[in-house]
């Protein structure tokens, strides 16, 4: 049998010193690699502030010279599914995944797109392998990641660099084991971790120290979750490396081991907050006590650890009043010359909880480059969310 030829098509938001390739499918493609596909693989990501319905008629040829096609589905790039649709030839077979394909939505999704062969619901690497190898054909696909094959992106070099790739991307593991209600950054549909194991992790980063970088994210929703991010943080210590980390962490299980490690990392510790009072994050599904965030912020200053505290406005119960309760929280708790404040306007994601309580709790939305930005809630009005946005935004607080 032929080879199969794959065309991955992403609408992704570049940034300059950036690769500008879907770091989501270099994981796949590095997955399916490390189980030895036979394929021709194609990646194509445009510039999601770029024109990009030219760019997609642009792309035909490269349609025409494809079996399979899949398409990231994303808050920001469905508004375009259409058009990847009617510029698909009678011979490509199409296939939706991303963060928009959920357990939730996929019979909606079955019924707007009747022209998609393929819905790929939550982790791709597995399903994608299956597909493509012919072992699975079904419509939906949502087969669980086989831990061992994921991960190796730049041992296998899946994304190149060159002098002006000043950040780039790394994860140890997807998912996230709480479940707040408004986040996507996570497994939606079955609330699974999957990690990459240790020896592949420490390879990787090996190699990454020698590279001609300044900066590495870690995209781990929660990076300090589960027993090898200590191992992973003391291996960054032990080999010097050069390049500043950010690693997204969470207040509740931040040890004084880590901590001590931290101290020796050039690093910055990216924490969420989202609100000061405890009715409000309750009411969100997340569990937090200041008792915790306060020593733990405590503890920061004291160590002089870079960190991160990134807050969301427009959450259900939340008054224009909690916020300037969280600016006077701010004021007093942080060091501003080690602590960023990040303050994010609520985004009501498919398949997240919010998204199914929109109406119980009069959200009413707007879009800002395709992302569905709320405008106005049961507690905050339309004047008032402005208000807090000009007020955050002569802060300094809100990243543009
Ligand atoms: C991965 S989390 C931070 C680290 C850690 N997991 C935590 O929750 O503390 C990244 C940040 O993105 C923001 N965020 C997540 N989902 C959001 C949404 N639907 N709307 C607006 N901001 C959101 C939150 O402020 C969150 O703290
Ligand atoms: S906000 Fe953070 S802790 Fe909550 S589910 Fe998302 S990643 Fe996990």
């Known amino acids: 049998m032929s080879r199969q030829r794959v065309l991955f098509i992403t609408i992704d938001f570049h940034k300059e010193d950036e690769i500008k390739e879907s770091f989501s499918v270099a994981s796949i493609i590095s997955y399916c690699q490390n189980k030895g596909i036979d394929w021709i693989v194609t990646r194509i990501s445009i510039n999601a502030n770029s024109c990009v319905a030219n760019q997609i008629r642009e792309i035909r040829p490269q349609l025409i010279e494809n079996d399979i096609v899949m398409f990231g589905l994303y808050s920001w790039s469905e508004k375009y599914a259409k058009l990847i649709i009617e510029n698909k030839t009678i011979n490509n077979v199409l296939c939706f995944g991303g963060y928009n394909v959920c357990r939730s939505n996929i019979k909606e999704l079955e019924k707007k797109y009747p022209e998609v062969n393929h819905f790929i619901v939550g982790y791709a690497e597995e399903s994608v392998y299956q597909l493509v190898t012919n072992i699975?054909?079904?419509?939906?696909?949502?087969n669980g990641i086989d831990e061992k094959y994921l991960g190796g992106i730049y041992g296998n070099k899946i994304l190149e660099l060159n002098d002006s790739i000043r950040t780039i991307r790394f994860f140890t593991k997807l998912g996230c084991f709480y479940q707040c209600d408004y986040c996507a950054h996570r497994d939606v549909n079955k609330n699974l971790i999957v990690s990459i194991p240790l020896d592949k992790v420490k390879l990787d980063l090996a190699l990454i120290k020698n590279y001609n970088i300044d900066k590495v994210n870690f995209i781990d929703p929660t990076f300090n979750l589960q027993e090898n991010y200590l191992e992973i943080t003391k291996y960054l210590v032990e080999i010097c490396f050069p390049h500043l980390v950010s690693l997204q962490v969470s207040f509740n299980s931040i040890s004084d081991d880590f901590l001590d490690l931290c101290e020796k990392l050039n690093c910055v510790l990216e924490f969420g907050v989202q609100d000061i009072?405890?009715?409000?994050?309750e009411k969100v599904n997340r569990r937090q006590k200041?008792?915790?965030?306060?020593?733990?912020?405590?503890?920061?200053?004291?160590?002089?650890?870079k960190h991160e505290l990134s807050f969301i406005f427009g959450l259900p119960y939340q008054t224009i009043e909690h916020v300037e309760e969280d600016i006077k929280w701010v004021n007093e708790h942080i060091d501003p010359k080690i602590c960023k404040i990040v303050f994010?306007?609520?985004?009501?994601?498919?398949?997240?909880?919010?998204?199914?309580?929109?109406?119980?709790?009069?959200?009413?939305?707007?879009?800002?480059?395709?992302?569905?930005?709320?405008?106005?809630?049961k507690w905050m009005n339309q004047q008032e969310m402005c208000k807090v946005l000009v007020r955050l935004k002569d802060l300094k607080y809100i990243v543009e």
């Open 290 to 305: 200041m008792e915790t965030v306060n020593l733990v912020i405590s503890k920061l200053n004291k160590r002089k650890i």
């Open 277 to 281: 009072n405890e009715m409000i994050t």
């Open 136 to 142: 699975n054909s079904n419509k939906v696909l949502n």
């Open 344 to 377: 994010n306007r609520l985004m009501i994601l498919q398949g997240t909880t919010l998204y199914n309580r929109k109406e119980e709790f009069l959200i009413i939305e707007e879009e800002v480059d395709g992302i569905p930005f709320v405008k106005e809630t």
